[in-house]
């Protein structure tokens, strides 16, 4: 089955940079990415997302990055702001049905 | 419209006690499905349902057991609580079952001593 690996667990960023968090996958036959942002003691919530049949996808200070041959993606987040402190999940779906299998979450701490 | 509603919000069991976690969605929702999250190791998916009166088991079935007799509903039955069971439970739904955003419940946390 499909298995979902994300780095970095923990990332530290200064108020105004970037930061990128990678997932790889495993099945070949996944073509959905999605990303979760999960703020303390609540539910995650969908940020964005992506199909195989897209690059590149981008929301205002988010996008996400596809490369289906090394089969792994990216989350970026640009001029990073207090309020995106939370932990972000990385997820891979394919085949016959939404069958969607997490990484192990990213916790980033943005310092004002 | 409510999304998706899980109840307890909070429960504590003692092993071998049973209980069943509720979950309801009320947005026509074709797809439906059950999470664990544990610190470190992510959300894990338990059972799901990509309709009612379908079920099929995730990554960490055992111990579980789900039905789907409506669309509405799915419950999370624990037959035999165990320690190993304390975790926080998310219930999440999606309006297809392939390629679709899920929705999530606000989680159940549950402890078993």
């Known amino acids: 089955g499909e298995n979902v690996e994300q780095h970095p667990s923990t990332l530290s960023v200064q108020e105004g940079d970037s930061a990128v968090i990678k997932c790889t996958y495993s099945?070949?036959?996944?073509?959905?990415f999605p990303w979760y942002k999960q703020e303390l003691g609540k539910r995650p919530q969908l940020i964005i997302d992506i199909r195989s049949n897209v690059g590149e996808k981008k929301d205002q200070r988010i996008a996400v990055t596809l490369n289906k041959t090394a089969k792994h993606f990216s989350l970026h987040i640009t001029e990073t702001q207090p309020e995106d402190s939370a932990v972000y999940f990385c997820a891979a779906s394919g085949g016959a049905t939404n069958k969607l299998i997490f990484g192990t979450g990213t916790l980033l701490a943005v310092q004002p | 419209n409510a999304g998706v509603t899980q109840t307890p919000k909070f429960q504590v069991l003692k092993t071998g006690q049973s209980m069943t976690l509720q979950c309801a969605q009320d947005m026509n929702h074709e797809y439906m499905s059950w999470y664990r999250q544990d610190p470190g190791m992510g959300l894990r998916l338990i059972h799901y349902s990509v309709g009612a009166g379908i079920t099929d088991q995730g990554e960490v079935p055992n111990g579980y057991n789900v039905s789907r007799s409506t669309t509405e509903d799915f419950p999370l039955r624990l037959l035999s609580a165990a320690p190993s069971q304390t975790s926080v439970y998310f219930c999440a739904s999606s309006d297809r079952w392939t390629n679709s955003p899920l929705h999530f419940g606000n989680g159940t946390r549950l402890t078993v001593t």
């Open positions: 099945d070949s036959a996944s073509n959905y």
